[in-house]
């Protein structure tokens, strides 16, 4: 995931976990949460005010979702921009995709 900036200063954004097929274990790095072992039947996982880049590994499938809330929740409001809620798409993904 990476991290969004803004004019005004670093935006607020959260990153929503879950396991998908099967039982989980997820780590981060670098470690912005502890390593986690997530079940589907679980809810999300929600990590808060992520301020850097980070990496998200699992021994499972994962549902990997970026919400960045709108701009009235900046430091300072900018007036534009709405609530953002966007899945991660796993990296091998566009290592064997061709465009043309």
């Given at each position: 995931m990476t991290f969004p900036?803004?004019?005004?200063?670093?935006?607020p954004?959260?990153?929503r976990i879950a396991a998908s097929t099967a039982p989980a274990h997820v780590h981060f790095d670098p470690?912005?949460?502890?390593?986690?072992?997530?079940d589907p039947s679980s809810p999300p996982l929600t990590l808060q005010?992520?301020?850097t880049d980070v990496r998200v590994t699992a021994d499972q499938p994962l549902l990997v979702a970026h919400?960045?809330?709108?701009?009235t929740a900046?430091?300072?409001a900018v007036g534009s921009g709405d609530p953002s809620l966007s899945?991660?798409?796993?990296r091998r993904s566009f290592e064997t995709v061709t465009y043309s």
């Open positions: 900036r803004a004019e005004v200063g670093d935006s954004h959260e990153i470690a912005i949460a502890s390593d986690v072992l997530l005010d992520v301020k919400y960045m809330p709108g701009s900046l430091p300072v899945m991660a798409i796993h």
